[in-house]
Protein backbone atom coordinates (compact mmCIF):
# COMPACT_ATOMS: atom_id res chain seq x y z
CA UNK A 1 0.00 0.00 0.00
CA UNK A 2 1.01 3.58 -0.72
CA UNK A 3 2.18 5.58 2.51
CA UNK A 4 -1.48 7.57 2.05
CA UNK A 5 -4.04 6.46 5.03
CA UNK A 6 -6.91 8.17 5.64
CA UNK A 7 -5.62 10.66 7.91
CA UNK A 8 -3.22 12.50 5.49
CA UNK A 9 -5.92 14.78 3.56
CA UNK A 10 -3.09 17.55 3.74
CA UNK A 11 -0.61 15.28 2.33
CA UNK A 12 -3.03 14.29 -0.83
CA UNK A 13 -4.22 18.02 -1.49
CA UNK A 14 -0.74 19.17 -1.08
CA UNK A 15 0.41 16.52 -3.68
CA UNK A 16 -2.86 16.28 -5.99
CA UNK A 17 -4.92 18.88 -5.46
CA UNK A 18 -3.42 21.58 -7.65
CA UNK A 19 -3.59 19.07 -10.59
CA UNK A 20 -7.61 17.98 -9.62
CA UNK A 21 -8.16 22.03 -9.37
CA UNK A 22 -6.79 22.20 -12.75
CA UNK A 23 -9.09 19.60 -14.32
CA UNK A 24 -12.03 20.50 -12.31
CA UNK A 25 -11.25 24.28 -13.52
CA UNK A 26 -10.72 23.25 -17.12
CA UNK A 27 -13.85 21.30 -17.29
CA UNK A 28 -16.01 23.82 -15.53
CA UNK A 29 -14.04 26.88 -17.01
CA UNK A 30 -15.35 28.88 -13.99
CA UNK A 31 -13.70 29.45 -10.34
CA UNK A 32 -16.95 28.88 -8.06
CA UNK A 33 -18.04 25.27 -10.03
CA UNK A 34 -14.14 24.85 -10.19
CA UNK A 35 -13.98 25.14 -6.33
CA UNK A 36 -17.31 23.56 -5.53
CA UNK A 37 -15.87 19.79 -7.26
CA UNK A 38 -12.42 20.54 -5.74
CA UNK A 39 -14.57 20.05 -2.12
CA UNK A 40 -16.64 17.16 -3.37
CA UNK A 41 -13.73 14.81 -4.54
CA UNK A 42 -12.05 15.52 -1.20
CA UNK A 43 -14.81 15.23 0.92
CA UNK A 44 -15.47 11.93 -1.41
CA UNK A 45 -11.59 11.12 -0.45
CA UNK A 46 -12.28 11.23 3.34
CA UNK A 47 -15.66 9.51 3.18
CA UNK A 48 -14.83 6.56 1.08
CA UNK A 49 -11.12 6.01 2.47
CA UNK A 50 -9.67 4.40 -0.72
CA UNK A 51 -6.27 2.83 -0.40
CA UNK A 52 -3.92 3.35 -3.09
CA UNK A 53 -0.78 1.66 -4.42
CA UNK A 54 1.21 3.93 -5.34
CA UNK A 55 1.03 8.02 -6.06
CA UNK A 56 -0.14 7.32 -9.70
CA UNK A 57 -3.27 4.83 -8.75
CA UNK A 58 -4.30 8.06 -6.43
CA UNK A 59 -4.31 10.77 -9.12
CA UNK A 60 -6.25 8.32 -11.35
CA UNK A 61 -9.02 7.98 -8.57
CA UNK A 62 -9.04 11.80 -8.01
CA UNK A 63 -9.11 12.57 -11.12
CA UNK A 64 -11.95 10.01 -11.98
CA UNK A 65 -13.47 11.22 -8.94
CA UNK A 66 -13.13 14.54 -10.30
CA UNK A 67 -14.84 13.50 -13.78
CA UNK A 68 -17.60 12.40 -12.03
CA UNK A 69 -18.41 15.03 -9.62
CA UNK A 70 -18.37 17.33 -13.05
CA UNK A 71 -20.90 15.08 -14.86
CA UNK A 72 -23.05 15.59 -11.52
CA UNK A 73 -22.69 19.36 -11.72
CA UNK A 74 -23.93 19.60 -15.26
CA UNK A 75 -26.99 17.27 -14.36
CA UNK A 76 -28.13 19.69 -11.90
CA UNK A 77 -31.36 21.47 -13.33
CA UNK A 78 -29.98 25.02 -11.94
CA UNK A 79 -26.84 24.46 -14.00
CA UNK A 80 -29.15 23.82 -17.45
CA UNK A 81 -30.80 27.28 -16.77
CA UNK A 82 -27.89 29.80 -16.35
CA UNK A 83 -25.40 30.42 -18.61
CA UNK A 84 -21.95 29.95 -17.60
CA UNK A 85 -19.22 32.82 -17.09
CA UNK A 86 -16.23 31.73 -18.96
CA UNK A 87 -13.32 33.71 -16.86
CA UNK A 88 -10.16 31.51 -17.64
CA UNK A 89 -9.00 33.37 -20.02
CA UNK A 90 -9.20 36.62 -17.38
CA UNK A 91 -7.17 35.03 -14.88
CA UNK A 92 -3.58 34.64 -17.17
CA UNK A 93 -1.54 37.49 -16.89
CA UNK A 94 -2.30 39.99 -19.60
CA UNK A 95 0.79 40.27 -21.63
CA UNK A 96 0.33 36.41 -21.89
CA UNK A 97 -3.27 36.98 -22.62
CA UNK A 98 -2.75 37.58 -26.48
CA UNK A 99 -0.54 34.85 -27.05
CA UNK A 100 -3.06 31.98 -25.67
CA UNK A 101 -6.28 33.67 -27.19
CA UNK A 102 -6.52 32.08 -29.86
CA UNK A 103 -5.33 28.39 -28.34
CA UNK A 104 -8.06 29.34 -25.51
CA UNK A 105 -10.69 30.21 -27.53
CA UNK A 106 -9.98 26.99 -29.65
CA UNK A 107 -9.76 24.64 -26.38
CA UNK A 108 -13.44 26.09 -25.14
CA UNK A 109 -14.89 25.33 -28.81
CA UNK A 110 -14.53 21.50 -28.64
CA UNK A 111 -16.93 19.32 -26.87
CA UNK A 112 -16.44 18.21 -22.84
CA UNK A 113 -15.36 14.49 -23.90
CA UNK A 114 -12.58 16.41 -26.25
CA UNK A 115 -11.55 18.56 -23.65
CA UNK A 116 -11.21 16.04 -20.91
CA UNK A 117 -9.09 13.69 -22.98
CA UNK A 118 -7.14 16.56 -24.71
CA UNK A 119 -6.68 18.13 -20.46
CA UNK A 120 -5.23 14.06 -19.12
CA UNK A 121 -3.08 13.61 -21.96
CA UNK A 122 -1.43 16.93 -22.77
CA UNK A 123 -1.83 18.73 -19.37
CA UNK A 124 -1.32 15.73 -17.02
CA UNK A 125 0.53 13.58 -19.38
CA UNK A 126 -1.59 10.42 -19.03
CA UNK A 127 -1.04 7.68 -21.81
CA UNK A 128 -4.35 6.89 -23.51
CA UNK A 129 -4.90 3.57 -21.66
CA UNK A 130 -4.44 5.13 -18.38
CA UNK A 131 -7.34 8.18 -19.48
CA UNK A 132 -9.66 5.11 -20.52
CA UNK A 133 -9.38 3.52 -16.81
CA UNK A 134 -10.19 7.01 -15.42
CA UNK A 135 -13.09 7.67 -17.55
CA UNK A 136 -14.20 4.12 -18.23
CA UNK A 137 -14.24 3.97 -21.85
CA UNK A 138 -12.55 1.67 -24.56
CA UNK A 139 -8.65 2.46 -25.16
CA UNK A 140 -9.26 3.07 -28.80
CA UNK A 141 -12.49 5.12 -27.73
CA UNK A 142 -10.00 7.40 -26.35
CA UNK A 143 -7.57 7.96 -28.97
CA UNK A 144 -10.35 8.23 -31.42
CA UNK A 145 -11.51 11.17 -29.36
CA UNK A 146 -8.01 12.49 -29.22
CA UNK A 147 -7.52 12.49 -33.07
CA UNK A 148 -11.00 14.26 -33.70
CA UNK A 149 -10.34 16.69 -30.73
CA UNK A 150 -6.67 17.27 -32.51
CA UNK A 151 -7.87 17.73 -35.99
CA UNK A 152 -10.73 19.70 -34.35
CA UNK A 153 -8.19 22.21 -32.58
CA UNK A 154 -6.26 22.26 -36.27
CA UNK A 155 -9.68 23.39 -38.23
CA UNK A 156 -10.10 26.10 -35.60
CA UNK A 157 -6.62 26.99 -35.27
CA UNK A 158 -5.97 27.08 -39.42
CA UNK A 159 -3.63 24.49 -40.97
CA UNK A 160 -0.47 25.65 -40.54
CA UNK A 161 -0.48 24.55 -36.73
CA UNK A 162 0.83 21.19 -35.93
CA UNK A 163 -1.12 20.28 -33.10
Known amino acids: MYPFDEHSLETMISLIGPSVYRLAFSLCKNKYDADDVYQEVFI ?53 RADYKPLYRALSQLSLNYRVVIHLFY ?14 VNDSTIRTRLSRARQQLKEILGSDVDV
Open 44 to 96: AYLRNKPSFVNEHHARGWFFKVCHNACKKLWRNPFYKKTESFDESFYQVDTTE
Open 123 to 136: FEEYSTLEISEILN
